[in-house]
């Protein structure tokens, strides 16, 4: 049976160059840290990078939950990223965006009022 999201990888050509980026869009220091594949625990799923593939903005979309989502797009631009989608209102209060980290890789992001992560953990 599914459980829902786990984890979402994102290639990186330069692991101690996405470790530090990404370290401080999350705020959190990696709990797996090897050459091969580094993981960040956030908001009970995990981020992780690994060296190998080719970034870029063809392949899948995972959104993380923020609370602000403009004031979050401005701290993530201001680290580098770059707007790749720029905040949409999808409905009823639900926005949406689509950041690229420096590698080219999208970084979605969505202010969900209506999505209570509690009530389906």
């Known amino acids: 049976m599914i459980k829902g999201l786990r984890t979402v990888m994102y290639p990186v050509p330069d692991m101690e160059q996405g470790k530090a980026w ?8 990696p709990y797996f840290n090897q ?3 580094i993981g960040f625990a ?3 799923f995990e981020l992780g990078l690994f060296p ?3 970034p870029g903005t063809s392949g899948n979309r995972a959104y993380w ?3 602000k989502i403009e004031d979050d797009v401005a701290r993530i631009v201001a680290l580098g990223a770059s707007v790749f989608s720029a905040v949409q209102d999808v409905g009823q209060g639900i926005k949406v965006a689509e950041l690229l980290d420096p590698y080219g890789n999208v970084l979605g992001l969505i202010e969900n009022p209506l999505f209570d ?3 389906v953990a």
């Open 22 to 29: 990404y370290s401080q869009v999350f705020g959190v220091a």
């Open 35 to 37: 050459p091969f594949y």
């Open 42 to 44: 956030v908001g009970g």
């Open 52 to 54: 190998d593939g080719q």
């Open 65 to 67: 939950g923020v609370d």
């Open 117 to 119: 992560a509690k009530a």
